[in-house]
């Protein structure tokens, strides 16, 4: 363990955690400021009954509740699908689906560029898997008419984590119609950002009834913790009784379920509000950054934005120049991206003023 460390800490890409929250806030996935949003806190108060702190035990055994039925029902009515299916994170449904769902003689096909956790749930699957270069419909198209006798699931984000940009979702999802595979959509970035209030980019773009599993996740603009499944009412079953992420862990605790519930339903309110005033400061950003020639900006119109600074050494040294002035801008280093694609990732949010965005780039331009 000692030599991986060290070997780490002389690639520059040394992890540990410490607080933050005396920074402005650049880095968060908090898009819509729901996590430090009183309005959704004291809904919170006003609604949560449960006499229970944790929920006590898995869902098959004791951890079921009806306040999950009644958050089940939310989400997929908000979504605009047949079922949802809770599960305590991201990462645990994508876990849970991935690798309870695909058989050894299926294939997985997947975006080079898609989440930890899709990779993770890739190799718990017996399936046999095969990456496409990111958003590449021509290679997807040749992998699929290449194995014609097989059944195949296309694995892709809506919103991409480390760039920002968006899938070609009406193309993939045309693909897979005309190829008879499974499209599986990781809606993380696009949950609360994209679509009638929030309902994730499938919904913006009308695809969603096309799309055998989408996953939304509860953690960034949600503003709380946990994620789930949303496909058929078969598909939920069906993970109710294999998927292994699901079965083996204690249950979400009520309050954090209550607190979903709360956002969903302010969302259904001022989803919309939300969303525009969240454009408003991507696009301020965009007007901004475009006037500096330092670093290359990835374009986006999501609020994740980043700046190429190549190499783990100078991103890191960016990132600390930043935080030493009061601005919570974290530096992605290899091994998340490859070498020489080392960035600054800015995360905007609603509780970002456009004083402080405005400041932000002076200061890249400064450096």
Avoid: W
Wanted: hydrophobic content about 40%; charged content about 20%.
């Amino acid at each position: 363990m000692l030599a991986l460390l060290n070997r780490r800490k002389a690639q520059k890409a040394f992890r540990a955690v410490h607080n933050s929250a005396h920074l402005i806030d650049f880095c968060s996935n908090d898009y819509l400021s729901l996590a430090r949003s009183s309005a959704l806190q004291e809904i919170v108060k006003k609604q949560y009954t449960n006499q229970f702190l944790g929920a006590t035990g898995s869902r098959l055994l004791s951890g079921h509740y009806t306040l999950l039925d009644t958050l089940e029902k939310k989400l997929a009515q908000f979504h605009q699908a047949e079922a949802a299916l809770v599960f305590n994170s991201g990462y645990n449904a994508n876990l849970g689906i991935i690798s309870a769902i695909p058989r050894k003689s299926d294939l997985i096909l997947y975006d080079e560029l898609i989440h930890a956790s899709i990779h993770d749930g890739i190799k718990l699957s017996v399936a046999t898997s095969q990456s496409f270069a990111h958003n590449n419909l021509v290679e997807l198209e040749t992998l699929l008419a290449n194995n014609p006798q097989k059944t195949v699931f296309v694995l892709v984000e809506s919103i991409y984590s480390m760039d920002g940009d968006a899938a070609p979702l009406i193309s993939i999802q045309e693909l897979c119609q005309k190829y008879d595979a499974y499209l599986i959509v990781d809606e993380a970035h696009s949950t609360g950002v994209y679509g009638k209030n929030g309902a994730g980019l499938c919904v913006e773009l009308g695809i969603e009834s096309n799309v055998f599993a989408r996953i939304h996740t509860f953690g960034k603009a949600i503003g709380s913790h946990g994620g789930a499944v949303l496909g058929a009412s078969v598909l939920k079953d069906y993970l109710i009784n294999y998927a292994r992420p699901l079965i083996y862990t204690t249950a979400l605790s009520p309050h954090t379920t209550q607190s979903i519930l709360s956002a969903y339903q302010l969302l259904e309110k001022k989803g919309t509000v939300y969303i525009e005033e969240l454009n408003e400061r991507i696009a301020y950003f965009q007007e901004q950054i475009k006037h500096q020639n330092k670093y290359a900006y990835i374009k986006s119109n999501s609020p994740i934005q980043c700046l190429l600074v190549p190499g783990n050494e100078a991103v890191t040294q960016l990132s600390a120049l930043l935080q030493k002035e009061g601005y919570d801008v974290r530096p992605i280093r290899t091994p998340t991206v490859p070498s020489g694609k080392e960035r600054l990732r800015i995360c905007l949010h609603r509780h970002n003023s456009l004083e402080e965005i405005k400041k932000l780039v002076q200061l890249l331009k400064s450096l």
